[in-house]
Structures are given as C-alpha cells and as structure tokens.
C-alpha cells in the first residue's frame, strides 16, 4: 500500500483514544472515513470490533491502534512513521460468524468477528440441545451458555470460558460451553469452519435464553444457528513484527 494512503481517523470517546486522535489529525491531516483508504481506529478491541462493523459496507482497511486496555487485535501506539508503518504493514482477512436467532416473533440476523454466545437470563441453568450440520451431537447440555468462536476470538470470551486458542489459518471453530453443570465434563469441540451449529433451547419459558452477536443481542430465544460466512469479511492491518497469527501463537504460551 502507498505511503500516500488517504488516512481517516476514529477515536473511543476515551480522553486518550480522543487525545490521540487530535494529535494524529494535527500531524498527518485526514480525510472522512467514506474517502478513505485505510481507517485509523484508536482505542481498545471493543471500538476495533464497532469500526469493524462500521466499515463492513466499503471494505475498507483498518488499521487499530491501542488506546484502550488489552489491545489485543490494535497495533501500538506511535505517532512517528505512521504512513510507513501502514505501507508495510500485513493484511489479515476475518470472515465472522452469522447468527439467526429465532423468537416467537421471528428471527434476527447478526454478524461476530469474535463469538456467538447464549447465556442464561434468569437464576435457573440453561437448557440446550446442540446439532452440527442437522446432526444432533448432544442431546441435553445444562450449563450458564455456550458460544461459538472464531480463531481471532479464541483469546477473548472464548479462553476465559476454558476455550481453546485456535490458530489463525486452522480452518476450525471452537464450541465452547460456559460453566456446563450436566454434562459436567463436556468442555466442547473444535468443527471445521464449513460446519453448521445449531442450539435448540428446551424449556424455553421455565428457562429463557439470550443470543450475543458482538453487538446484536436477542433476548428470549427458541433456537440460534450460527455457522461462518465467507462471502463477508474485514481486513485488518497488523506491524509485521507482531502481526494477528504470531499473538495468537504467543498467547498458547502466555504464563
């Protein structure tokens, strides 16, 4: 990419993340997001994810720089070079996951770059019965919820659910129960990325249910399919010292 990129510049309402964006602006001007060539997005991984969406419809670029806590899917932050850095920096494509969920009124479409989770709304366990590819794989599991991960948000929700970290290229996903009660010692399975996931919620109304797509939540759910869709997809742009792939691999042998 040329160091002459037309860069625009998005900021977390953080006083850090707005700070920085002043000084980026002041420094290497910017154009409006719907002229750009790459997209500078300042703060943490969550205001990556929302830029991510934002950006769906153009395909632009994004380049994240942190300005927020973890960081994990942002660049660090430096000022100095930042058209350079942007030039050489590698792409990485993410395809999300596609979430249907439907409710007694109908069903919603929402898109994870992250995971799709289920979790229980009320103090009793969900119920959940679980099919791949229209295959019923576990009949009953009794848990708090269960989600579905892409290898980029392996190290989110997923990890802190017991989840494994799943290579960028692996072509897997991760099914993932959260705090399972019965089966108790079911801790998921990994699918290949083609596979279909459904979750049928039994006793729906003793036991409400609700369904998380990054931003699109759903409460009172009967039944969620999510699977990966590959005709949508982001690029994002990571220095070549530390780009996605090598973090991901970092984190199998964080301490």
Known sequence: ?????????????????????????????????????VVVALGGDGFLLETVHRCLARGTPIYGMNRGSVGFLLNDYGEDGLPDRIA?????????????????????????????SLLRETRQAAKLRISVDGVVRLDELACDGALVSTPAGSTAYNLSAHGPILPLGAGILALTPISAFRPRRWRGALLPHEARITFDVLEAHKRPVSAVADFTEVRDVLRVEVFEDRTVGSTLLFDPELNLEERILKEQFAP
């Open 1 to 37: 990419m040329s160091s002459a990129a037309r860069l625009a510049f998005v900021a977390a309402e953080t006083a850090d993340a707005q700070a920085a964006r002043a000084r980026l602006v002041e420094r290497h001007g910017g154009v409006p997001a719907a002229e750009a060539d």
């Open 88 to 116: 050489r920096a590698q792409r990485v494509t993410l395809n999300p996951l596609r979430m249907l969920a439907t409710t007694a009124s109908g069903t919603t479409d929402g898109l994870a770059f992250n995971e799709v």
